[in-house]
């Protein structure tokens, strides 16, 4: 349990930090292309991708690094991608909003909002007729969930009681526009009960809480239960996009960095009760900022693509 427990501090302290530092970066003008960040919404991502393995398959959304480290995809060739460069998990072709890694089970970030759900259904659909035991998860967005392609997916997933999880990360802004203004329903997971599946409302910044719903329903899916649907609340803690001014809201940032922060929280109960030291937690915090600060030195250092790389990679087998 140390190990499990220290290693899910690792991956979201890993997300906090590249996110941090993707943020100063991206303000020299180094970072070609659009960067969306994830910060604030780390224990969504590293709850759910803990019961995940090899077998299993993840869609993202534009907001898609943490899903992608705590999936496992290689955090320098993550920051080479960022970067644009020819190290990077998508030869520096795909950038921040297409960053993905098929090896991991990593089907990408996705530009299109709603994308993510159909890919889901399609690798849940072929996992269910291979009986490889495998299991896709769609992360999306509370724009997203309005979306035809989610709630098509959505049908569809429960029609054919496929082994899919749907993640709904409200992190209250579908860009600007505030949820309670986009989605007519109080919450997202109650439209579960409209395709015949399970909806739980999470609080996406307790690790703990987010893991133990995600268990749930990952297992439910393994055993041939069919799909269900989780909503994670949150706030993401910068704008919707790098540059965003954020003059849709004011103070709620601040408020959940200091209140409600899912690391300070997680951090606090596995001290309290004795499960981890804050020696063991700071040494963490430790490696995990050399490992950044080598992913972009390394980045930096690499070469971009050729005009002799503008053929390749064109068409790419699944």
Wanted: aromatic fraction near 8%; include cysteine.
């Amino acid at each position: 349990m140390t190990e499990t427990l220290l290693e899910a501090y690792r991956t979201m302290r890993t997300i906090r930090a590249f996110e941090e530092r993707v943020h100063e970066e991206f303000a020299t003008g180094d970072i070609p292309g659009f960067v969306h960040l994830y910060a604030g919404e780390e224990a969504s991502a590293t709850g759910v991708c803990s019961h995940l393995d090899r077998r299993d398959t993840i869609a993202s959304t534009h907001r898609g690094h943490g899903h992608c480290i705590a999936k496992g995809v290689d955090v320098k060739a993550m920051m080479a991608e960022i970067y644009g460069r020819t190290t990077g998990s998508c030869h520096g072709k795909g950038g921040s909003m297409h960053i993905a890694d098929l090896s991991k089970g990593m089907l990408g970030a996705n530009g299109i909002v709603g994308g993510g759900p159909p890919l889901i259904c399609g690798t849940a659909l072929a996992a269910k007729q291979r009986g490889t035991g495998g299991v896709g998860v769609a992360f999306f967005g509370d724009g997203a969930s309005n979306q035809g392609t989610t709630l098509e997916a959505l049908n569809l997933a429960s029609v054919w009681n496929l082994p899919a999880v749907f993640v709904a990360e409200n992190n209250g802004y579908a860009e600007a526009t505030s949820s309670t203004w986009s989605v007519a329903s109080d919450n997202i997971a109650d439209r579960a009960a409209g395709f015949g599946m399970p909806g739980v409302i999470v609080d996406g910044y307790d690790f703990f809480a987010v893991t133990e719903a995600a268990g749930e329903a990952i297992d439910r899916a393994r055993a041939g239960g069919g799909p269900t649907l989780l909503e994670m609340k949150f706030t993401r803690y910068f704008g919707h996009f790098e540059g965003d001014q954020q003059a849709y809201r004011a103070d709620e940032v601040a408020h959940a960095r200091e209140h409600l922060d899912c690391l300070k929280r997680f951090r606090t109960r596995v001290v309290e009760s004795g499960e981890l030291s804050e020696e063991s937690l700071d040494k963490v915090d430790t490696e995990v900022a050399k490992l950044v600060e080598e992913a972009v030195a390394e980045a930096k250092a690499a070469p971009k693509p050729t005009r002799a790389d503008l053929e390749t990679d064109v068409y790419v087998s699944y």
